[in-house]
């Protein structure tokens, strides 16, 4: 037995007003000079920060508008960020928080993460989204000191972003599977308590998902534990199955790819079926979300969906799925032309 060491956010605050008070819970840290890296957001958010933060006399500096998550911009940035800076602040959507974190970890500085919405589990993961010459990559990166999160800004996000975040979590369900078909099947490590976590937050949820402050707290608290069942076990394997494979085959062919957790939902709810486990868990959910409104107001194609799920397979090197065990193309085929929950949902 191999004993671990893990970071783990140490400041925690997810509740309403919770952006207005970021200037308190900094001060209270010790970090009272920090850069802040923000998407394009409405004014009235940033202006919630920046009162909080005047108030609590943070010195802020300009504040970094980020337009592309680019591993270049970020290496520039590492090279003119000031010597009296304390920490980083990821404000916004995940292109600003993946630059903030990727930001820290070249400088060996705290991070914190204060998303404006919860489109997935990102803004907690030990990774950071960037692309390098144009292509996307996933860099090794470290976990937030501190995560804060404004349910009632999170509300004022499109809900759209909302029903991203409830298919990225309820993905866990058929990752957690395939990761122990892969232990089964070639001997793969699986670690218990990741495992358990990540299955856990998801249960949890369920039991209100509703789009309302408690509701958003509990989304926001589930993908948080995501991204630590991540760091436990030093691997994606709690959060990331077959369906994640499904949805980055998408991104690389896909004329037009939708968010993020609306592909990995979709594709949660085909893999659940091939693993031949919790499909009316997942049509339940996505019911009561609105899930499937949300996808037939912009219908996926069912080419590019049949053509993902062939190339799945290969889109991660030595990494066991439902998908390494048998053909799934044809059951794709059989979902598509008898599911009456898909009707509108591809064209």
Request: some cysteine; aromatic content about 8%; hydrophobic content about 45%.
């Amino acid at each position: 037995m191999n004993n671990s060491q893990i970071r783990v956010p140490y400041l925690v605050r997810i509740k309403p007003g919770a952006l207005s008070r970021l200037g308190i819970y900094l001060r209270r840290s010790g970090f009272t000079d920090v850069l802040i890296l923000t998407g394009q957001l409405p004014d009235a958010v940033t202006q919630k920060a920046r009162d909080g933060l005047e108030e609590n006399h943070i010195h802020t500096g300009p504040w970094i508008d980020v337009d592309d998550n680019s591993f270049e911009d970020v290496v520039e940035l590492f090279t003119i960020l000031p010597k009296k800076t304390t920490a980083i602040v990821g404000l916004g959507g995940g292109k600003a928080l993946d630059m903030a974190k990727y930001l820290a970890f070249l400088a060996r500085l705290p991070y914190l993460a204060v998303p404006t919405s919860l489109s997935n589990d990102g803004f907690c993961s030990p990774q950071s989204s960037l692309t390098i010459h144009g292509k996307r990559r996933s860099l090794a990166a470290t976990l937030p000191q501190g995560v804060i999160i404004d349910v009632d800004v999170c509300l004022s996000a499109p809900r759209s972003l909302w029903l991203s975040g409830v298919g990225d979590l309820v993905a866990k369900l058929t990752a957690v599977y395939d990761w122990k078909l892969a232990f089964h099947n070639k001997g793969e490590s699986v670690n218990d308590l990741a495992a358990l976590l990540s299955d856990a937050t998801v249960h949890q949820f369920l039991a209100n998902p509703s789009y309302d402050a408690p509701g958003m707290a509990l989304l926001g608290t589930a993908l948080m534990l995501n991204g630590i069942a991540m760091e436990i076990c030093g691997s994606s394997r709690p959060t990331s199955g077959s369906e994640h494979l499904i949805s980055h085959a998408l991104d690389a062919t896909s004329a037009h790819p939708h968010l993020h957790g609306l592909q990995v939902g979709m594709a949660t709810y085909f893999v659940s079926q091939f693993q031949g486990r919790n499909t009316e868990i997942l049509a339940d959910v996505f019911t009561k979300t609105g899930f499937w409104d949300a996808v037939r107001a912009a219908p996926f194609s069912r080419q590019e969906w049949l053509e993902a799920i062939r190339l799945a397979p290969g889109m991660k090197e030595d990494f066991f799925t439902v998908l390494s065990l048998r053909d799934c193309l044809p059951e794709a085929h059989r979902i598509l032309d008898e599911d009456p929950l898909l009707n509108g949902c591809f064209v």
